[in-house]
């Protein structure tokens, strides 16, 4: 029996992708999950020092550690049109939020990353991502980039939506925004990797043809939210591209760091290395 670490973040649609792994819902032969929950950040900051042996990491994130680690195909986290949002207390222009401090949810964020790339340069304060909406609503930052589920319950708190990335991403280049992925260690050897990759994929076609209990166990990890709205949640972002990123997903995912690439925010170009189910 050999067992890896599996790291995700605490939130309703990674709940739901590995439901039937934490459930013990599928076979795994030989094969055991020690499933490590911590927010996405964290999980990039870890992923630097390739710590775990599979993860799900921002997009952005990928582009420092794709020595160590290829992505699934499946797994992933793209918004078609929607994606994370910029808020603040008073409504508020795209390039206002450059003379503003915007509390963010960590620097190797997908997030992050394409608001550099819609508004340049801007100060921040990094911020936990469920402390955001909080510090945005008490003054504490003028704006705050939210990305889980505060993407639909920041209203709940009066705050206005300046910018919806992924309707600004699409609007840019016609593609889906991709936000998060899952990587797996180089080092376990491909056999194991594509085993990881079917595994993963089973969790997840197991979540979607069994909705009404995954949705049930994802509601523990659902912010402030009841099952309607936790179910709105996982349907954004457990979608045709988590099941796998196809030719578009994939292109987009390059498309938003050779962008990133071109204009500074990355060191050097990326290309990504993909494992199949």
């Known amino acids: 029996m050999r067992s890896l670490t599996l790291g995700h973040s605490p939130d309703s649609d990674d709940a739901f992708m590995f439901y039937a792994l934490a459930r ?69 222009e795209l390039a206002d939020s450059r003379r503003c401090r915007v509390g963010v949810p960590g620097t190797l964020t997908t997030a992050f990353l394409a608001l550099r790339l819609a508004v ?43 910018v919806d990335l992924g309707e600004w991403w699409f609007e840019e280049t016609a593609m889906p925004l991709p936000l998060g992925v899952n990587g797996v260690r180089k080092d376990l050897g491909r056999p194991l990797m594509e085993q990881v990759a079917r595994l993963v994929r089973a969790s997840i076609d197991f979540g979607l043809a069994h909705r009404t209990e995954a949705v049930r166990h994802a509601l523990a990890y659902a912010r402030d939210m009841d099952e309607r709205l936790a179910d709105r949640f996982v349907s954004m972002y457990v979608n045709d591209y988590t099941v796998d990123l196809g030719e578009r997903g994939r292109r987009a995912i390059a498309e938003l760091l050779d962008r990133a690439h071109n204009t500074g925010l990355l060191p050097h170009p990326v290309a990504c290395e993909f494992v199949e189910t």
């Open 24 to 92: 013990g819902r599928i076979e795994t032969g030989d094969l055991r999950f020690e499933h490590i929950l911590q927010d996405i950040e964290t999980l990039n900051q870890r992923a630097m020092r390739a710590e775990l042996d599979i993860t799900a990491l921002s997009v952005h994130a990928y582009a420092h550690v794709c020595d160590h680690y290829a992505l699934l195909a499946c797994g992933a986290s793209v918004g078609e049109r929607y994606g994370p949002l910029l808020v603040a207390r008073e409504p508020m």
């Open 120 to 162: 340049g340069e801007f100060d921040y304060v990094v911020l936990p991502f469920d402390r955001i909406l909080e510090a945005v609503a008490e003054g504490h930052v003028e704006a705050g980039l939210i990305i889980h589920e505060g993407q639909l319950t920041y209203e709940r708190q009066a705050l206005h939506k300046v």
